[in-house]
């Protein structure tokens, strides 16, 4: 079996044109050709007046997307392409855009606007001012980042198409749902910004439940606990990741849908761009 891939792709329609439903399946074929979708559900949706489509699916053995970035991208329907991708081999996101096959690729930083922590003795997580919630969870606001890998793997075979039927999950992989299919896997966040927000996971943390949200949905789930259906016998943290195209905080991305209010420190992304050059693995992909 080989490494899965989950992509997720958002093609922007020309000025003055509009992506409607039934070229957005067309798209999604194109993408999957005769392959389908490897072992991950394929998702199609349309963004608010047709602007562009957006398709989530496995491109493990479906290279469609070549020729769909060579023909299409840049002429007379479709303005632009974006894509992130997530190889179970790695633990972090990669974004590119205009040609899947064309340089620069880069980490992507995904972003979070408040984060909820559960200990495991009711004491306050850190010394930062957070605020307790009747629920018993320990809530703070706070302008944060992370890269981390989206997986949307599940068991919808080798060549899925959109009219497979994704199985729901079973509670005891402890699924998460996503603005796409429910996942049951996910990375560490890693790069964390601020930095004092990693110390959650450490020996030292009281935490067993973590989550990061971002303008109300959850994006990122960690919880620290023993799970029968993995045969585990000792507590480990087990993390569910739901990042989208909402909340990325890609630089060029945030400038391309002229979002440039949520964009972070330049030494942030200059972290990232060192990051990425350090990790030789990516580049001989």
């Known amino acids: 079996m080989s490494n899965i891939f989950t992509d997720f792709v958002r093609v922007h329609a020309q000025p003055g044109r509009r992506i409607d439903e039934v070229e957005a399946q067309w798209i999604a074929w ?32 479906s290279p469609g997307i070549v020729d769909f970035c060579q023909n299409h991208i840049g002429y007379w329907r479709y303005s632009a392409i974006w894509g992130r991708h997530f190889d179970e081999g790695g633990d972090q996101d990669v974004i590119w855009q205009t040609d899947v096959n064309d340089r620069p690729r880069r980490f992507c930083r995904y972003g979070f606007d408040e984060v909820r922590v559960t200990t495991a003795d009711g004491r306050t997580p850190t010394d930062a001012p957070w605020r307790r919630h009747a629920d018993g969870s320990w809530r703070i606001e706070v302008t944060g980042s992370y890269r981390t890998g989206n997986d949307r793997f599940a068991s919808v075979g080798p060549c899925a198409t959109p009219t497979t039927d994704p199985p729901v999950p079973d509670p005891d992989v402890l699924p998460l749902p996503t603005p796409t299919t429910p996942t049951i896997g996910g990375e560490e966040p890693t790069a964390i910004d601020p930095p004092w927000l990693a110390t959650l996971t ?3 943390s009281a935490a067993v439940a973590i989550e990061h949200h971002w303008r109300g949905r959850l994006v990122h789930r960690a919880t620290f606990q023993a799970v029968e259906r993995y045969y585990e016998t000792t507590p480990d943290w087990h993390h569910r990741s739901a990042d989208h195209w909402d909340n990325c905080l890609d630089p060029d991305f945030l400038r391309f849908t002229g979002a440039i209010e949520l964009l972070r420190a330049e030494e942030i992304y200059e972290r990232d761009r060192k990051d990425w050059e350090a990790a030789t693995w990516y580049h001989r992909r």
């Open 30 to 61: 194109m993408l999957l050709g005769p392959g389908g979708s490897y072992w991950v559900p394929v998702h199609v949706r349309c963004g608010p007046e047709g602007r562009y489509a957006e398709i989530q699916y496995g491109s493990g053995k």
């Open 202 to 204: 450490g020996e030292e």
